[in-house]
């Protein structure tokens, strides 16, 4: 019986190390499809196709198939290139971003996670052209620009909030799935690490900001300091942010 009773435990032990690898692949995975945004520096207008992007830092936001480059200020995307991506045999803890000049073209390199991102632009003088300010469903990028002085901090802030709600939707379905309650540490494991790399503008004054996701009764807030930096996460379950929340 004492034989048995070993024999038994000394498999569950085997079954569980042979297990490990799995489970630790399956983070990274689930680290590996979180978006990134890189700093970028171009010293020449450059020319992708018909799109010309100006000289300048930019920050560039990885996706797919194509790169974003997205003004520090505004959080505005001035383009979107597209990219060739290659698979890569060693995965990548760190990504790392690479500009060089070869002759009349700056070849852009972006090593992350499992694959490598390159696209080349021809290096111009042209200048990107003003798109004309006429009427349209939504505001052109000049009204936006003129508005921004207009509008509260918060109300900037949150603008910003809009475009990473994709982000957090996975967290979001894993909370309404398991039903997770206001500050859940699981919770606040899955969703708040995503708002430390996030971009967002510089505040007057550290000011807390809720954000509420559509149709869905969750939502997170965050306390952004003067450097447009998330100091603070909270995350919570309802339609609206707890009473105790400034």
């Known amino acids: 019986m004492l034989i048995r009773h070993f024999r038994f435990s000394l498999l569950c032990a085997i079954c569980f190390s042979l297990s490990m690898p799995t ?21 020449s207008n450059l020319r992708f196709g018909k799109v010309i992007v100006s000289a300048g830092k930019y920050l560039l936001n ?27 045999k060693q995965f990548q803890e760190k990504s ?7 002759g009349n073209t700056a070849l852009i390199t972006v090593l992350h996670t499992n694959y490598k991102y390159q696209t080349a632009g021809i290096i111009t003088k042209e200048k990107k052209e003003i798109a004309p300010d006429v009427p349209q469903g939504e505001k052109s990028e000049k009204e936006i620009k003129q508005n921004i002085k207009k509008h509260t901090d918060q109300e ?22 398991a039903r997770w309650k206001t500050d859940e540490p699981q919770f606040v494991q899955c969703l708040c690490p995503l708002t430390e790399k996030w971009r967002l503008p510089k505040v007057k004054k ?30 919570w379950a309802g339609w609206k942010p707890p009473k105790k929340m400034p």
Request: proline share 5%; glycine share 2%; net charge positive.
């Open 156 to 177: 900037l802030v949150k603008e910003v909030f809009v475009r990473y709600l994709d982000v957090v939707e996975p967290c979001i379905t894993r909370a309404r799935k």
């Open 206 to 235: 550290n000011l807390w900001v809720h954000q509420q996701i559509p149709k869905k009764r969750f939502g997170f807030s965050l306390f952004v300091n003067k450097q447009g930096k998330a100091a603070k996460c909270r995350v």
């Open 62 to 88: 990885i996706n797919d198939r194509t790169f974003d480059l997205i003004h520090p200020n505004t959080m505005l995307i001035e383009a979107s290139i597209p990219t060739n991506r290659e698979k890569l």
């Open 23 to 43: 489970i630790a692949n399956a983070q990274r995975r689930e680290s590996s499809e979180r978006p990134e945004q890189l700093k970028i520096e171009l010293a």
């Open 96 to 102: 790392s971003l690479t500009v060089k000049a070869q």
